[in-house]
């Protein structure tokens, strides 16, 4: 690598990408792994799998940190009651499609956990996430290291090098910042929440009206309080194309629910007071702070000097800031199209992890060839513009 492509990498002070286009000779002279894979969640999990196993990348070369206490530690930070909207079942062997939660072609949370809309508690269970990996030979160790209020890459005091980078830290932790409210620090954002039952108060103002804000709003009707939503468009009223902006079937079933539950809505779909006009106001009175339900901005902002500022990504998800570093996950987006389910962004992995072998001079011809037999290799977006009925 050029020093002036180097400058970018090295801008945060703690990460070096090293280019290698030559032969792969086994080694990784000079550097801690070939690859070093940041997060340990879903998209952690799933790619280092489909990097060791489908692409025969030797395990020992591949080094997962996460900067939690393990496997599975977004899940954890769920609040109890909050489930996956996109529902599991364990279809494999009966059609080329497999369960839609499932990191890893093989892999079932639906078999694994015997639930439809996993909670957080069950979808880190390392079995839930890495079964397969243990088949065909275990993953490099989770490395720890100390929770910051804003993590760095990768262990505050210690400078890793590796051929390549795959950032696949997530969004849970990285909450959205501006935006229509002003003042965050009056409110009390969904991620924060372990417990809506628990929360203090009989009635709460949620900010924020597609799936986190009506999942707010859902759980604390279960739970008997209130919750007015507060939000710019109707979302239980929207239906598009696309699953990733409109209100998840299962999200806007359990509305539909609560809503028929309480006299004090009508039913069905919902009761909305008229916006007003543009740069008018609504003053809404709460005892508690708001729940702040705006979403997440993920964590690209966190890889300093690689991904940050670097919105478009490569046909390969490579930055285009930094030769060498990759995104997998739900921060993963070509055009208008969104790869925040696990169902749309695990078929990229196999993109991304043709790209390295490729680079470190393996043949992935097979590898490559299975991916597409299993549904793991998207690389022609134009089967991406509809959905059921719009074809």
Known sequence: MRDEDRKPALA???????????????????????????????AGIGFAITLTKTFGLDPSRVLLVEKGDGVGTSFRQWPEEMRFISPSFNSEGWTNSFDLNSVAHGSSPAYELHAQHPSGSQCARPAALSRPAAAGGSLSPTLPYPTVPEPTLPYPTETLRSRYIVWAAGELEYRARGGPVEDTSLCLHNSRVSSWASLDGDERVVIGGYESGVDAAVNLAKAGKQAT????????????????SELAQYTAGRLR??????????????RSLAPGAEGSEVVVHTAQPPVLCTGFEGS??????????????????ESTAVPGVFLVGPSVSHGDLSFCFVYKFRQRFGIVADK????????????????????????????????????
Do not use: F
């Open 229 to 244: 939503v507060l939000a710019s468009t109707a979302t239980w009223n929207v239906q598009t194309v696309d699953p990733s």
């Open 300 to 317: 690209v902002a966190s890889a300093k000097g690689c991904l940050c500022g670097a919105a478009m990504l490569t046909d390969d998800d």
């Open 356 to 391: 390295i072998c490729r680079g470190l001079g393996r043949d992935t011809a097979a590898a490559v060839a299975e991916c597409r037999k299993t549904n793991m290799y998207l690389d022609d977006l134009s089967c991406c513009v509809g959905s059921c009925g719009t074809c």
């Open 257 to 270: 629910e609560v809503v028929a539950w309480h006299a004090s809505l009508l039913p069905e779909p919902c």
């Open 12 to 42: 945060s002070g703690r990460v070096e990408a090293v280019e290698d286009r030559g032969t792969d000779d086994g080694s990784d002279e000079g550097v801690d792994a070939a690859v070093i894979v940041v997060g340990a969640g879903a």
